[in-house]
Structure formats: structure tokens, C-alpha cells
């Protein structure tokens, strides 16, 4: 059976860097997806030619085209616009998942978008909130899909390149009153991720 091992990173570095090593200890590209907030990480653009230094999609390149990339993951990055978090960058099949569902689902973007594709995709209602609150304010999750077997290998690492999970940063967000992902909220500004990171200890 396959399972679903998803974690967040405050560091989108530190995600990317997870993307090469799970790459490198044998997982699928294609079972690999990335999905980074744009308004914090102003490095994005040097993954892909298709990015341009204004964050904008070149060369007439295509949603999927871009989520499909050639070679690794990280070559197919591209911009995609989901309700909730706004301008992303994004690769792999969560990211392909989560536009679909907000473009076509049925429901409207609570039970589309990321919320909907991270609990499509195995995981329980508070996690897809918390995964998504996170990209919200400003963080980079890293999914991929694995047979039972590699579930623990998967796991290790992306917890060797600092990554937070759901119930840890659920709880902190709790503390200051939060409940659950808002599709119509605002995503984080420069200065709100900024200070959001302050609470969170490295």
C-alpha cells in the first residue's frame, strides 16, 4: 500500500536540499512534490530558466509543462496561484493535485485546493490545515509517496534536514488563537512571516 509522508520546512533551502536526497536515495520524481511560498523565498527563479526575476512564468510555458519538468524535481518548478496561499512555486503531483482541485472542484477552494488535495492524498483533517497554514505563512512543504517498506526511510529524511511536523507547529499556531486553514485569508507578508518565524525555535 502506498502511503503519504509529508513534512514542513521553514527554510525553503532546507527543502529543497530534502528533494535532492530523497531523489538520491531512490524515490520516484514523480512521487516527489514541492510547494513553497513565493512571498518569502527570493531565490525560486534560479531553479528554472521558465522563472524570469519578477517571479513570472517565460516563454509561454504551460502549468503542466512546467509540473512536469525534465530531469529532477527541482527543474520543473513553476508559478501557480492557489486560493489561500496566492503566488507559489511548485513541482510534482500535491502541487498538480491541489490546482486541479481548485480550478474544477466541486464545493468551492475549503474543500478543494491544498486542503483537498493533502487529505485526497492520505493525510487527516488537521494535518492538511496545519500543512497548509504553513505554506500560508510563508513555509515550503515536501510530499512524497512511498510503499509501507520506505515510509520510515522517507521519514528520516526529511527529518534530517530540519523538518516540522503537523502536531508540533499545529500547536504553536493554537497558542495565538488559530483554528484552521482560511482559503480566503491573505497570505503572510514579508514582515508577518518574519515574525511568525521569531516564535518558532530552530
Known amino acids: ?12 533551502g532546507e527543502a529543497r536540499t530534502a528533494v535532492r536526497a530523497l531523489e538520491s536515495s531512490g524515490f520516484a520524481r514523480d512521487d516527489i512534490s514541492i510547494i513553497a511560498n513565493k512571498n518569502v523565498h527570493g531565490g525560486h527563479d534560479r531553479d528554472n530558466d ?13 502549468t503542466g509543462a512546467i509540473l512536469g ?6 527543474a520543473g518548478l513553476g508559478l501557480l496561484a492557489i486560493p489561500g496561499l496566492g503566488p507559489i512555486v511548485a513541482a510534482g503531483w500535491l ?3 491541489a490546482a486541479g482541485a481548485s480550478i474544477g472542484g466541486v464545493g468551492g477552494a475549503a474543500t478543494g485546493g491544498i486542503v ?3 487529505k485526497n492524498s492520505g ?7 496545519v500543512y497548509s497554514e504553513g505554506v500560508r505563512r510563508g513555509g515550503t512543504l515536501v510530499s512524497v509517496r512511498v510503499p ?4 520510515a526511510a522517507a521519514e528520516a529524511v526529511l527529518l534530517e534536514h530540519n523538518s516540522v511536523d503537523a502536531e508540533t507547529r499545529g500547536a504553536a499556531y493554537r497558542e495565538s488563537g488559530w483554528s484552521s486553514f482560511d482559503p480566503e485569508a491573505e497570505p503572510y507578508t514579508g514582515d508577518e512571516i518574519a515574525a511568525d518565524r521569531a516564535r518558532y525555535p530552530r
Open 95 to 97: 502541487a498538480s493535485t
Open 50 to 62: 521558465d522563472i524570469n526575476e519578477d517571479g513570472d512564468v517565460t516563454r509561454g510555458a504551460t
Open 116 to 118: 483537498g488535495a493533502l
Open 148 to 151: 509501507d517498506d520506505r515510509r
Open 1 to 12: 500500500m502506498t502511503k503519504t509522508v509529508t513534512r514542513l520546512f521553514d527554510d525553503y
Open 123 to 129: 493525510h487527516d483533517d488537521d494535518e492538511a490545515n
Open 69 to 74: 519538468g525534465v530531469g529532477g524535481l527541482l
